[in-house]
């Protein structure tokens, strides 16, 4: 049996006759998708015999859409080529080789534009003149205001041209492409299709709404002129919006060209940057819609209706009168329900209104939320028409609402006031309008009606909770966080005075909010973090001396190894004769030293630190320190202390000096701190600086 490149499905690692690591993993369905790309692709083949398979990619050379990439900052693997083989059983050779074009004259000094080299803002003026002049020359011969269209169809300065192609250099880049791939194609972010899709918004919004209206309450005025010229005109447009689509380039995401470059780049080819691009090819382009909305937008779009009138026309010669009538108000109806038809239009709406929400970055939950009560809106004005236009259908039989409210002949606004009231009191499930239905079509209209109310009820529900979950995030987290707590602390059965220091440390330290602090700052980039951690650090850095006076070096340092700590009044941070493996800088708060009998020796506030004795002896703690008031501290274990001071050792120095004269206070030896010969000196001195700064 032939074996097909879905045998390939582990991890491994390649070296291939270029001499690069490929590494590769393919899914059973990934590679067979690809494979079906690959067979599609007329310039690569898949030869399969009964030991191999063999699989010639012809890559896309600058001159391909697949082959421009978007992350423009990216280094780009150009010269792609060469043979490897996967370890499959039977073995799958892939050829890649470069595709064969015949770019333009007038594009090869385009094409000189390279991602990898830096250019200055005049060089990418110089480029964009040289563009310019490039273009003029194959365009030579055509006027100005063709020029000022072709113009149009390129990706323009605005947001989501931004948002894509990341800079000024990726955004001219995107240009060019935009121009090698062929005459008419229209740029997604071109300022032709911004206004064309806010023409058709327009026109979508008018038809969404006029239409259900006139079928239903302007029925006899079908034929009338100013119907036909508004649905002639609608329909253009609607066609020629077809004509534009099949010219528009689309996202390759979720694209079937998106598998095939993910296979490539799995095996280590290409890399990710070609994900996500913007496909120009018409024949691509093509495809892409044909398989998508091309059908539900020319059925939307076709005049199905007056088509049908226009073919029924020849067939009411030579009947009689009354077989005539009754076979012209069944083609009537036929054309009215036919007209509905263009009430597919919705899903134009709705992807327009998407469009439009990326190019002004304006999608958000709020964003979501808007458009879905629209929808229900439009959703209940529907309801209320098609509550009119069944019994209209049926000719008002006597036991249908509009014929027991006597609506039958009263001005359309009053017919679609009551109509409307109606089919919103189904909708919100809060009665059946002015009658309960009556006949049996009516209830099914009403059920029908109370169903879509129900699912509108639902998804704004859903809508709604979602955004209300989406805001304060940090303080469900804390309310989910403290849920646990407590119901840890019953199941555990501590007693009442721990359950209420537990609930008070809570309180003081989290204040509401829980943050993955650790998690945020690992994800900024190593500046952001640091200038994040200083600036929080501030008010420690301003309230300790130590910091004060320091090289800000040595505070940026030590400021990013430190760690928030709360303790309450009454907690023993340190217990004297204990080995000790950190030291703590006092944000706020009040501590006091206790002597080993007990007695205070001093108290410590904002501003101190204590604790480095234990680190700078390695020995044991000379003293307990217990916190008076709630105590915000900041602590430094003792590897980061080691590795600061080691960088530092001039703060060491001073760091020494501070202890051997807590020492000398404690009574105890200060060369304990240090052999070297000038501590004592040192001591001396701070001690006389600190008697002439306190009175
Ligand atoms: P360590 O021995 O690690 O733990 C107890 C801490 O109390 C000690 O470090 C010093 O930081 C601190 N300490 C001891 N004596 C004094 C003092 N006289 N003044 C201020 N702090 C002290």
Not at 374 to 382: E, G, P, Q
Not at 634 to 651: A, G, K, N, T
């Amino acid at each position: 049996m032939m074996k097909k490149a879905n045998d390939i499905s582990k991890i491994e690692t390649q070296r291939y006759s270029n001499g690069n690591d490929i590494n590769y993993e393919t899914e059973k369905t990934r590679s067979d998708q690809s494979i079906d790309i690959i067979k599609e692709n007329p310039n690569s083949k898949i030869l399969e015999d009964e030991s191999t398979t063999e699989i010639k990619l012809s890559l896309p050379s600058a001159s391909n859409p697949l082959n421009a990439r978007r992350r423009f900052h990216q280094k780009t693997s150009t010269n792609v080529q060469g043979e490897f083989t996967l370890p499959t059983n039977p073995p799958i050779t892939v050829t890649i080789q470069p595709q064969n074009t015949a770019p333009n004259e007038n594009f090869q000094k385009v094409n000189s534009f390279h991602d990898d080299q830096i250019y200055s803002p005049d060089q990418i003026h110089q480029l964009i003149n040289e563009h310019r002049i490039s273009y003029d020359i194959s365009l030579r011969g055509t006027s100005t205001i063709v020029n000022y269209f072709m113009d149009l169809l390129k990706p323009s300065d605005n947001k989501l041209a931004m948002k894509l192609f990341g800079s000024k250099k990726g955004l001219l880049k995107e240009r060019l492409r935009q121009q090698r791939s062929g005459h008419c194609i229209i740029h997604p972010c071109s300022n032709f299709r911004f206004y064309w899709d806010l023409i058709m918004l327009i026109l979508l919004i008018t038809n969404v709404i006029v239409l259900p209206v006139a079928i239903a309450f302007f029925s006899e005025e079908i034929n009338s002129l100013r119907w036909i010229t508004f649905n002639v005109i609608s329909d253009a447009f609607f066609l020629f919006d077809i004509v534009v689509n099949f010219r528009t380039g689309f996202s390759s995401l979720n694209s079937t060209e998106e598998i095939l470059i993910d296979f490539v780049s799995y095996l280590g080819v290409l890399r990710n940057d070609y994900i996500d691009e913007i496909i120009l090819e018409p024949r691509l382009i093509a495809m892409h819609y044909i398989k998508t909305w091309f059908m539900i937008d020319l059925l939307s779009s076709l005049p199905v209706d007056y088509l049908f009138l226009f073919f029924d026309g020849g067939d009411h010669t030579g009947g009689y009168t009354i077989a005539r009538t009754g076979r012209a108000i069944k083609v009537l109806r036929l054309v009215k329900l036919l007209s509905l038809l263009r009430l597919l239009r919705l899903s134009r709406l709705v992807r327009y209104i998407h469009q439009w929400e990326e190019f002004l970055s304006i999608a958000s939950m709020v964003m979501r939320i808007l458009n879905l009560l629209a929808l229900i809106i439009l959703l209940a004005h529907w309801n209320g028409c098609l509550q009119f236009m069944v019994p209209m259908f049926q000719n008002f039989p006597s036991d249908c609402w509009v014929a027991l409210n006597g609506l039958q002949n009263a001005p359309w606004t009053e017919q679609y006031t009551v109509a409307l009231f109606k089919a919103l009191s189904h909708m919100l499930c809060i009665g059946y309008g002015r009658y309960p239905p009556q006949s049996y079509v009516d209830m099914w209209l009403t059920m029908l009606s109370m169903v879509i109310g129900a699912m509108c009820y639902a998804v704004t529900i859903g809508h709604v909770s979602a955004l209300v979950q989406s805001f304060d995030t940090s303080r469900r987290l804390y309310n989910e966080k403290f849920k646990q707590v407590e119901e840890y602390m019953a199941w555990r059965k501590l007693p009442r005075q721990m359950r209420n220091r537990i609930t008070d440390y809570y309180e003081h330290r989290y204040q509401g909010k829980i943050f993955h602090e650790d998690t945020i700052l690992t994800e900024l980039s190593e500046r952001l973090r640091l200038d994040v951690i200083n600036y929080n650090c501030r008010s420690l850095v301003s309230s300790v001396p130590f910091f004060t006076n320091a090289d800000p070096n040595f505070v940026s340092d030590v400021v990013t190894k430190l760690h928030f700590e709360v303790f309450q009044p009454g907690d023993q941070i340190i217990s004297e004769g204990t080995i000790g493996d950190k030291m703590y800088f006092i944000q706020e708060g009040v501590v006091d030293i206790i002597k080993a009998d007990g007695t205070v020796l001093t108290t410590l506030s904002d501003g101190s630190y204590f604790g480095e004795i234990c680190l700078l002896t390695r020995a044991k703690r000379v003293a307990s320190v217990r916190c008076v008031t709630y105590c915000n501290l900041y602590s430094l274990d003792s590897s980061q202390f080691e590795l600061v001071l080691e960088s530092y050792p001039l703060m060491r120095r001073t760091m020494e000096s501070v202890a051997a004269e807590r020492l000398n206070k404690l009574g105890k030896n200060p060369s304990i701190i240090s052999t070297r010969h000038d501590l004592k000196r040192d001591a001396a001195v701070l001690k006389n600086m600190i008697d002439r700064a306190t009175p």
